[in-house]
């Protein structure tokens, strides 16, 4: 189930959302939007409203051109999604601590690959807190970001105390900061009521299917 050759333009707020798939078996949905437009969205509601909303397990977003928004142009949760071959350019207009691709605040949300994507011309704003490329916020952890192209991105890749990510093969073009890494996170790391904790308890984080496929989440 899908979208596949479709424009979306001039909305007040988000574009598509994917939620599907079973996150405690890590059974796929296959859901997908595909070699579509989506521009000038989030006109009324401007922040948290992106073009593509993904959560789940096992969704796709291949081949679209996303463009001129206030804040995120692809948003992701959950596990095993593929983000591929994408043009994003003119978001985060009116926003900072924030990114074209953004996901954070879940050591279990895994197996995500971001890649071959072209984001380009994203404005600073560093007044505002700074935009960048892909963002992994607040330790998200096992993403791989790959074959990417950076042009006038402020700072790229962002990887805010996430282990176990990988970045490679990537291309950056009149970027102030290529890749920046960060040890941020012990403090919600050892508090059992933070976000991260309530998220590691939500999965059976220890057990079959995801010890096998995520060897490292146990630990």
């Given at each position: 189930?899908?979208?596949t ?8 707020e ?14 796929p ?88 994507n ?5 404005p ?14 607040d ?18 890749v962002f990887?805010?105390?996430g ?8 291309k ?21 009521n ?13 057990q079959?299917p ?10």
């Amino acid at each position: 189930n899908g979208l596949t050759d479709m424009l979306i333009e001039d909305i007040g707020e988000g574009g598509v959302v994917l939620a599907g798939g079973d996150r405690q078996t890590l059974t796929p949905a296959n859901l997908y939007v595909e070699r579509s437009t989506i521009r000038r969205f989030a006109r009324l509601t401007r922040t948290v409203q992106p073009a593509i909303l993904m959560s789940g397990v096992g969704n796709r977003v291949v081949g679209n051109r996303i463009s001129d928004a206030p804040h995120t142009a692809i948003l992701f949760t959950g596990n095993d999604h593929l983000i591929s071959h994408n043009e994003i350019y003119d978001v985060c207009k009116e926003t900072g601590d924030a990114g074209a691709i953004y996901t954070g605040r879940d050591w279990t949300a895994r197996g995500t690959v971001v890649s071959g994507n072209h984001i380009h011309d994203i404005p600073p704003n560093v007044e505002l807190g700074t935009t960048y490329g892909v963002l992994l916020d607040d330790q998200a952890s096992g993403i791989i970001v790959r074959g990417k192209l950076f042009e006038r991105v402020y700072q790229a890749v962002f990887i805010g105390g996430g282990r176990y990510n990988l970045v490679e093969d990537n291309k950056f073009i009149d970027t102030a900061t290529a890749i920046h890494l960060d040890a941020r996170g012990k403090a919600a790391k050892d508090d059992p009521n933070s976000t991260l904790r309530k998220s590691l308890a939500a999965v059976p984080y220890n057990q079959t299917p995801y010890k096998e496929r995520y060897p490292h989440l146990a630990n």
